[in-house]
T-cell receptor, first 111, second 113 residues
């Protein structure tokens, strides 16, 4: 089955700096890569996703890049703000139904 | 209000006592799914359902059963719970063709003693 590895497990950044989280996947057939954000005590919410026919996608301060050859994808958060503090999960899927997740990255934005 | 509901929200039980966690959505979504969340392991998919009477295994289906007899409900059944099933469980749903609109339920915290 699919194996998704996520790094780093924790990330502390100064407010205003950028944060980057990286994930690798094992199944070359995977073609859908969502990112979820989970604030403390709340449910996960999808923040951005990308399909394998696209190399990069942006939505305001967040962006995701995908390297199919190397089988890795990354989440970039620019101009970080305190409300970006959360746990972020990457995931991979080859059929839009079965999702395999990374272990999560706890991001702390220091004021 | 569009929502996914789970019951119970908290449950403490003992090993071997069968239990069911219910999940219901009012958005007429075709797709529903169950996940468990454990520290250091992130989210792991247990089972998913693409529509009524269509279910399939996720990454960690062992020890769980599901059924999808009607579109709105997707219960998770633990026939003989064990302590390693102590976890936070999330149900989620979305329209069949829209992968970017998954709604999660509020979560059920289960403790098996």
């Amino acid at each position: 089955g699919e194996n998704v590895e996520q790094h780093p497990s924790t990330l502390s950044v100064q407010e205003g700096d950028s944060a980057v989280i990286k994930c690798t996947y094992s199944d070359s057939a995977s073609n859908y890569f969502p990112w979820y954000k989970q604030e403390l005590g709340k449910r996960p919410q999808l923040i951005i996703d990308i399909r394998s026919n696209v190399g990069e996608k942006k939505d305001q301060r967040i962006a995701v890049t995908l390297n199919k050859t190397a089988k890795h994808f990354s989440l970039h958060i620019t101009e970080t703000q305190p409300e970006d503090s959360a746990v972020y999960f990457c995931a991979a899927s080859k059929n839009d139904y079965k999702l395999s997740f990374g272990a999560g990255t706890t991001v702390t934005v220091r004021a | 209000e569009a929502q996914v509901t789970q019951n119970p929200r908290y449950l403490i039980t003992v090993t071997g006592k069968k239990l069911t966690v219910t999940c219901s959505q009012n958005m007429n979504h075709e797709y529903m799914s169950w996940y468990r969340q454990d520290p250091g392991l992130g989210l792991r998919q247990i089972y998913y359902s693409m529509n009524v009477e269509v279910t399939d295994k996720g990454d960690v289906p062992e020890g769980y059963k599901v059924s999808r007899k009607e579109k709105r409900n997707f219960p998770l059944i633990l026939e003989s719970p064990s302590p390693n099933q102590t976890s936070l469980y999330f149900c989620a749903s979305r329209p069949g063709g829209k992968v970017d609109t998954q709604y999660f339920g509020p979560g059920t915290r289960l403790t098996v003693l």
